[in-house]
């Protein structure tokens, strides 16, 4: 699967924003998705996963109750919709496919990435 994230920018901090990742290639619909962060100096760390149906999400706790991960088969993309965004959001922001279709927060569960796409929150 070759995945495509898009939706990045700057927004001020209480603000939004969706990111997309579109795949294209195996069938997307088999597998477990994920987003991950990377900002300066960090390392690469886990955001939220949904699994092959959308039915099952998990989050990482800096997260919850702010941002939301979604999918639709249909369309081939995952979607996180990212809200109340603080200064500390700021990083690169990775999708990528789990070839099992459950869900995971462990990078090295990961089969694919897409390129990142830069997210940015002024205070």
């Known amino acids: 699967v070759q995945l495509q994230a898009s939706g990045g920018g700057l927004v001020q901090a209480g603000g939004s924003l969706r990111l997309s990742c579109a795949a294209s290639?195996?069938?997307?619909?088999?597998?477990?998705m994920g987003w991950f962060r990377q900002a300066p100096g960090e390392e690469r760390e886990f955001v939220a996963a949904?699994?092959?149906?959308?039915?099952?999400?998990s989050y990482a706790d800096f997260v919850k109750g702010r941002f939301t991960i979604s999918r639709d088969n249909a369309k081939n993309t995952v979607y996180l919709q990212m809200n109340s965004l603080k200064p500390e959001d700021t990083a690169v922001y990775y999708c990528?496919?789990?070839?099992?279709?459950?869900?995971?927060?462990?990078?090295?569960?990961?089969?694919?990435w897409g390129q990142g796409t830069q997210v940015t929150v002024s205070s």
């Open positions: 949904v699994s092959w149906s959308g039915g099952r999400t």
């Open positions: 990528a496919v789990d070839y099992g279709a459950g869900v995971t927060n462990n990078r090295a569960d990961y089969d694919s």
């Open positions: 290639g195996r069938t997307f619909s088999r597998y477990g």
